[in-house]
């Protein structure tokens, strides 16, 4: 797993471009396979630090799913990239505030789980501080631009509705 994380730390720009782009093709298929490969990025902390902490990349990764991805009039792709956003967003912790269920420590363990699994927690930290950090720091740009005025203005509303079933 170290010799992926620092592959793609060598070439983060490149590769994530790919997945962004692969975000914006008229196939399914292509982009859900680009958000499957996105999401496993960000499971990485280095890689989801990447992400977040570079004013840079949050208007070119994180923005597109605000602004584009979640609008996808297929349904497929709309989801696919809610879960990259919700990911992004929350550091990869579900709605109920536990990891995710690959992470979760089962009820017969060995050191070496609980070593690993507090291993998993801590790093599970740091993201969901990194997360808090970056919506802190972009918050007018989140919410203030592009959630608030979305989702108050009705006008939007029936006008990215009627948009959406013309295509």
């Not at 292509?30 to 960000?42: K, N, Q, T, V």
């Not at 918050?139 to 029936?158: A, C, G, S, T, V």
Request: aromatic share 8%; glycine share 2%; charged share 15%.
């Amino acid at each position: 797993m170290t010799q992926f994380v620092q592959y793609v730390e060598t070439k983060f720009v490149e590769i994530i471009n790919v997945l962004m782009t692969l975000h914006d093709q008229p196939t399914p298929d292509m982009a859900l396979h680009g958000g499957s490969i996105f999401r496993s990025i960000l499971k990485h902390v280095s890689l989801y630090q990447m992400l977040v902490t570079s004013n840079d990349h949050v208007t070119n990764y994180v923005y597109p799913f605000l602004d584009k991805f979640v609008h996808s009039p297929n349904f497929d792709m709309s989801i696919d990239a809610m879960e990259s956003l919700r990911m992004l967003m929350t550091g990869g912790v579900s709605s109920s505030g536990q990891a995710p269920p690959a992470q979760q420590q089962s009820s017969e363990s060995s050191p070496q789980d609980e070593e690993l699994q507090l291993q998993l927690q801590q790093q599970q930290q740091i993201m969901q501080q990194l997360a808090a950090e970056c919506l802190i720091q972009h918050y007018p740009d989140i919410f203030e631009q592009r959630f608030n005025p979305k989702l108050l203005d009705y006008k939007y509303q029936m006008n990215n509705t009627n948009n959406n079933a013309a295509d």
